[in-house]
């Protein structure tokens, strides 16, 4: 049996717009469960063992912004951590893609979860052969947001018959902590090209050549083709 799953994460809120948030990413990971992925899993398990990283979830922006879980690490742990979650990447087969809403001029809730929603439904609509090529199609979402759910079962349950839904959390999937990842790069992206980024962000991923050259170009290799 051929099985899609897809891992999706997002990056944002459904509240009043925030010129300090004033994005709105969903990021979709989409990995062939024929790709056997259990080797480059060990090597980042081992890796980050080996730097006395005992957590079994990444949380990209947080480490990067040192907040939450990662308050007392310093800037060369964060960056050894984002070095071998990078790796991992490298490592798996797998491809992405990410949808993006600037919520500025959006007059209410319901207009951004439309846009969004048409984002995706269109993606699908336009690989949809892709899709179909496989028997089974499992969406992973720990239905974080509310709305988020209601545009995975909407778009997915009409337009295939083949589709399972599962609650999943980041701690138990590392190709949730990569949807995690592409939401995060992609808003970093965002702000480096409008010049927000924070200086706690810059501690980590240094200039704009290094942001393109150590997250951004390895990443998008792995952007959604067929």
């Known amino acids: 049996m051929k099985e899609l799953s897809i891992f999706i994460d997002e990056s944002g809120d459904f509240g009043d717009y925030d010129p300090k948030a004033p994005f709105y990413i969903i990021g979709m990971v989409l990995h062939d469960q ?45 960056i050894k951590v984002l070095r071998r979650m990078m790796n991992f990447v490298s490592r798996v087969d797998f491809m992405y893609k990410s949808f993006v809403v600037e919520k500025k001029h959006l007059e209410s809730e319901a207009e951004l979860a439309a846009r969004l929603a048409k984002q995706v439904a269109n993606f699908i609509r336009q690989h949809y052969p892709y899709f179909l090529a496989y028997d089974k199609v499992k ?82 290799r792995k952007e959604f083709r067929d």
Not at 36 to 62: A, M, V, W
Not at 151 to 157: D, R
Not at 165 to 188: F, G, N
């Open 34 to 78: 024929r790709k056997n992925i259990n080797e480059p899993i060990r090597y980042l398990d081992s890796g980050l063992k080996q730097i006395g990283f005992t957590r079994n979830c990444i949380h990209l922006g947080p480490l990067i912004r040192r907040e939450n879980e990662y308050v007392h690490m310093t800037i060369e742990e964060r």
């Open 139 to 220: 969406i992973y979402y720990d239905n974080g947001q509310v709305e988020i759910t209601k545009i995975i079962i909407s778009i997915f349950t009409t337009l295939f018959d083949n589709t399972e839904l599962k609650k999943a959390y980041q701690k138990d999937y590392k190709m949730s902590q990569v949807a995690d990842l592409v939401c995060t790069a992609t808003l970093t992206e965002l702000k480096m090209a409008d010049k927000s980024l924070s200086r706690s962000e810059r501690h980590i991923l240094g200039t704009d050549r290094d942001i393109n050259k150590n997250l951004l170009k390895p990443l998008k």
